[in-house]
T-cell receptor, first 117, second 115 residues
């Protein structure tokens, strides 16, 4: 199956700093990439949808200025958590969709565990 | 709006028991897709199955089977002869023609298989 990578897999940062997470589709071009956040023992919550070359669409309640998403190419999307605080500590997962309107299948990255101290 | 309900928060079984994970969904779309994912402790989601709304045939893959019933809006997942390695969180998810590729996830069911 298609492969999606995320980097870094784990990151610890100090409160007030910014952290960038990369999501790459390795063997296909991703029309759309999605960013999810998952708190412990909870489900995945969609944060935003990004399409290559256009602005991301954020879900209600997600701060656009805090979670900056850049989908600069068909294989790379980045999520930057700006001025991170301990409550931003979470598991961030990206997924990529190739535009296949038959299977509508998303391919998920392995996730990035962010800890803000 | 779409909604997926997994009423079972946690299930604990003994190895070799059969276990069924329930999934009930709500959608106004005529065309939609249902998915099951496994999330082991490592966190990486593992795709298990996709089913479209026009295909109500049950599916079996090894020890896994799925029962899709549109009449009850359910897409249940059964593991036969469970094994310790099946211990994970299982998510049911839904996408529809109006949501495109956006997925709506259920709350997940934590399955623990004890030796």
């Amino acid at each position: 199956g298609a492969v999606v990578s995320q980097h870094p897999s784990r990151v610890i940062c100090k409160s007030g700093t910014s952290v960038k997470i990369e999501c790459r589709s390795l063997d296909f071009q991703a029309t759309t990439m999605f960013w999810y956040r998952q708190f412990p023992k909870q489900s995945l919550m969609l944060m935003a949808t990004s399409n290559e070359g256009s602005k991301a669409t954020y879900e209600q309640g997600v701060e656009k200025d805090k979670f900056l998403i850049n989908h600069a190419s068909l294989t790379l999307s980045t999520l930057t958590v700006t001025s991170a605080h301990p409550e931003d500590s979470s598991f961030y997962i990206c997924s990529a969709w190739s535009g296949d309107r038959i299977s509508w299948e998303q391919y998920f990255g392995p996730g990035t565990r962010l800890t803000v101290t | 709006a779409q909604k997926v309900t997994q009423a079972q928060t946690e299930i604990s079984v003994v190895e070799k028991e059969d276990v069924t994970l329930d999934c009930v969904y709500e959608t106004r779309d005529t065309t939609y897709y249902l998915f099951w994912y496994k999330q082991p402790p490592s966190g990486e989601l593992v795709f298990l199955i996709r089913r479209n709304s026009f295909d109500e045939q049950n599916e079996i893959s090894g020890r896994y089977s799925w029962n899709f019933q549109k009449s009850t809006s359910s897409f249940n997942f059964t593991i036969t002869a469970s094994q310790v390695v099946d211990s994970a969180v299982y998510f049911c998810a839904l996408s529809g023609e109006t949501s495109g590729s956006r997925l709506t996830f259920g709350e997940g069911t934590q399955l623990t298989v004890n030796p």
